[in-house]
């Protein structure tokens, strides 16, 4: 009579575990079982935007108290600080209002030489990065 082993044979074990492995229909647990994966998290890079300088140009026809209105109306500034700005502009013959994105020193470049332009003053407002 054959004689039946208490011990399997560990070769055909890892076989069989091979076998199994080999299928991701069996890894999961049968066709119907969802798959699972590993999702991990990376952390974006992401690179702080240029600055840019908005400056205004002196000239001899815009009034210093226009320029101070501008940087009250359109930066923000207080009458003191308007004021300091506007006698650095006209003494070193430019100043700077402030620093923003692109989008935003663009923009306030526009609102100033338009502004200007409907008071009929040529003062100039330019930007450049910084």
């Known amino acids: ?19 199994l492995m080999s299928n991701d229909e069996n890894r999961s647990g049968g066709p119907s079982a969802p798959n699972t994966s590993v999702i991990t998290k990376v952390k974006p890079k992401t ?47 430019i100043g700077e209002c402030g620093v923003f994105t692109y989008e935003i020193a663009e923009t306030k470049v526009t609102q100033v030489m338009d502004f200007a332009r409907k008071h009929q003053h ?6 450049e990065k910084k």
């Open 1 to 19: 009579m054959p004689q039946l082993s208490s011990r399997p044979d560990p070769s055909a074990a890892a076989a069989a575990h091979a076998a």
């Open 47 to 93: 690179k702080r935007p240029n600055l840019y300088r908005v400056l205004i140009l002196n000239d001899d026809y815009t009034p210093m108290e226009f320029v101070v209105h501008v940087l009250e109306k359109f930066f923000q500034k207080d009458a003191e600080a308007a004021t300091k700005i506007m006698l650095h502009v006209h003494h070193h013959g």
């Open 122 to 127: 040529p003062l100039q407002c330019v930007m």
